[in-house]
């Protein structure tokens, strides 16, 4: 059943793959659909969106101290 699924906190630092599930903490819970190196396509309720992922944290505000 769905509720099996393992769900993952998105961070575009991450490498995801089709078929995974994401919780994201605007849009909800979304369905990874294509994966390519640096951005992926996820089905929300509200729609698709494209999503960063395998982003150096160094590039990000989330490196900084």
């Not at 599930?21 to 929300?44: L, N, P, Y």
């Not at 729609?47 to 505000?61: S, V, Y």
Request: charged fraction near 35%; avoid cysteine; charge should be negative.
């Amino acid at each position: 059943t769905s509720s099996d699924a393992v769900v993952w906190d998105y961070k575009w630092t991450e490498n995801y793959e089709k078929g995974d599930v994401i919780a994201h903490t605007q849009f909800g819970r979304g369905f990874v659909e294509k994966v390519s190196a640096d951005s992926m396509e996820v089905i929300f309720r509200e729609g698709r969106k494209q999503m960063a992922i395998n982003r150096r944290p160094e590039l990000t505000d989330e490196g900084k101290a």
